[in-house]
């Protein structure tokens, strides 16, 4: 015998549909998610003043447990920052530069790379670290302005993002929606990133050499990207570093996040011990270099990268913690909130809508991956790409309890299907940075971008199928 599903629970399912209902519309789903928490509040404790203190107490929740993520990513671009500034990235990119002799080799070299950078740096961060290095020799070789970015994209913000193997802000999101360990998630997305990146890559790299060839794409000479759209990182300086200093820290940079890396393995670091490893890797980093480059006022640049890069980080996730907070309030956050407002035996909403869905519904393997793709899609239209997967973890709870397994592959699922979507390869509001970099159109690099990825989704939702 089930759960009894009380008002609580049919008010919750209707503020999901009415969250994926406006994304759908590409509408905002902050004042959306605000109301669901008042409205649940008020229903959980039939009290006006708690149920809008529990609003203003779900953001902390949320905060709470979006903190070290948000701190992480901030640290991060602002040790990027200083990289730029002092001239570093160039010394460090420049190398590779140098092999990028065709094409082909220019599409891929540059991709790979995105992705090894994205992975340690963040994908925006990267686009500005190799954007203006690399994108001249791609284009004196043959591979068009768009293709560069079509490669930046594809790697970084498609195949780096949706895993998050290093600085896993993506699977502890998805990974808290769904009520399992960051780890089980990682483990899951392994063979759905790789199929999915695989697939996507090649369809697009197919395409773009075929339009290269009956000469519906050209390569043109273009000046060097990044001049405009670098304005955020501020003045570029060549001359804060010497030449030998910069290439024992471009050297020195990579070998301290790989020994953070070897570090994961070796003592089996995950979740917050692993992004605790990379921030405070990425804090003496950042202070090394503003005070080598900075000197006498190190002190002060030090402070101003760290605010420039919280700036960054709230800004990223500053709409994500509405949603997140209505979406904790699926699982534990309700009883911490609210105390035990659910009938005896209930193990949290989602949990009970699976069950009652699993009695009622004849779901399988096949409906439940199909539908996790969809709603990772939807929730990927506000071109944010991570204020809609606890929405992802959330769904992908309910349908594990209905089918009786599969939740780290249904959750991994549904986090790569909406950060390949809005996390800056289709909507075209969150291509710009490389847009800008590259100089070219943004919509134009959408419509590129949305055969080889819609291809790749669907693809990766059948194999997907099989490890449910």
Known sequence: MGIPL???????????????????????????????LFVIGLLATHNLGQ??????????????????????????????????????NEVMISPFARLIRT?????????????LISWFFWPSPAVALMGAVLLPAAVRVGLPALGVAMAMNLFGHGIALSGDYVIQGAPKLTADAAGIPVGEVMRASVPLVIVMGLVTTVTAFWFLRKDLKSGRLSASELPLAG??????????????????????????????FLADVAAMFRLHLQGGDATAL???????????????????????????????????????????????????????????LFGKVLPQGSQGIVNDLGNALAHAVPLNREVSAVTLTAVGAITG???????????????A???????????????????????WVGGGTLVPWALIPAAAICGVDPFELARRNLKPVVIGLAVTTIVAMFLV
Request: charged share 10%; glycine share 12%; with cysteine.
């Open 103 to 115: 094409p082909a080799l220019a599409y891929w070299i540059i991709g790979l790379l995105m992705m």
């Open 278 to 336: 990379v921030g405070g890797t990425a804090i003496v980093i950042l202070i090394a270099i503003a005070l080598l480059a900075h000197r006498s006022r190190g002190l002060e640049q030090t402070t101003g990268y760290l605010i420039e890069g919280f700036q960054f980080g709230f800004k990223v996730f500053g709409p994500v913690i509405p949603i997140a907070a209505f979406f904790y309030l699926g699982d534990s956050a309700l009883f911490d």
């Open 381 to 395: 239209l506000d071109g944010s790409g991570f204020s809609g997967i606890s929405l992802a973890g959330s769904i």
């Open 227 to 256: 001049a405009d759209s670098r304005s955020d990182t501020g003045p570029v300086s060549g001359s804060l570093l010497s030449v030998t200093a910069k290439r024992v820290l471009a050297v020195l940079i990579p070998l301290l």
């Open 6 to 36: 009380l008002a609580l629970h049919w008010v919750y399912l209707l503020f999901i549909v009415l969250i994926i209902g406006f994304m759908v519309m590409r509408r905002d789903t902050t004042l959306v998610c605000i109301l669901g």
């Open 51 to 88: 149920s809008i203190a529990g609003v203003f107490g779900s953001f902390i929740y949320a905060i709470k447990e979006l903190l070290g993520t948000i701190l992480v990513i901030s640290i991060i671009v602002a040790m990027s920052r200083v990289m730029i500034r002092a001239g570093i």
């Open 397 to 419: 709870h309910l349908f594990s309890s209905a089918i009786g397994g599969g939740i780290a592959t249904l959750t991994a699922l549904g986090q790569i299907a909406a950060i």
